[in-house]
């Protein structure tokens, strides 16, 4: 987990209810869930097995052991987690190494967040090799904190990860406006007890009482995600 907390935090600037925004990565801010099941399915292609798009909803959005065990077990490929773990990490890395696609609307939500001093966090279940690479991309000081998948004792759909967020930055997770693309991640934040925008990239998520789906981050600026937050008494 890296940090750039002065102190802890009780609400934004200007006094409003909302105390902080906890962003998801993949999918969410940079477009790249599809590499990682392009990368899956080429690995295990090697391996000598075909993985069926029936399983990539199933392994998106979680944490890398999740996702390689599940592929390991479907597949009964001759290979470790650990062992694809690395491999997986090595080459999502190398596609990246170039530049990483942002997604719609990500960088114009990221500057105004920044621009009005909103404490804002970086939540990924991605190990922190991965997420310090993107980073290169998104620009580190756009946030105040980044918590990595391999940081965590149980990452995400586990809440641990919006926790650990929410109580760095000082603010109470219901005063906390989550950004997320899968299941998964809206699983983890809703745990936590966050207040969710979901941003489906794949598979299907519907409304449901404390989240709003929208079509993309071009739909997001501080204002909606300010009126996503009940006034403070």
Known sequence: MTSTVPAPVTRTADGSALQA???????????????WWEIEAEVFHELGH?????????VVGGPMTRSAGFLIEATGAAITIAELSVLLNERFEARIADQVPLMPGAERLLAELARHNV???????????????????????RFTLTVAGDEVART???PDPYLLAARTLGA???????????RTGVAAAEAAGCRVVAIPSVGVIEPAPGRTVVRSL??????FLRSLIAPMN
């Open 21 to 35: 925004v906890l962003l998801d990565m993949d999918g969410t801010l940079v477009d790249t869930e599809g590499f």
């Open 50 to 58: 075909r993985l069926q798009d029936a399983w990539r909803d199933e």
């Open 119 to 141: 404490p804002t966090a970086l939540v990924s279940a991605s190990h922190r090799r991965v997420i310090d690479q993107v980073l290169l991309t998104l620009g580190r000081d």
């Open 156 to 158: 995400k759909p586990h």
């Open 172 to 182: 109470h997770p219901s005063r906390c406006a989550v950004i997320e693309d899968t």
């Open 218 to 223: 071009e739909d997001v600026d501080l204002a």
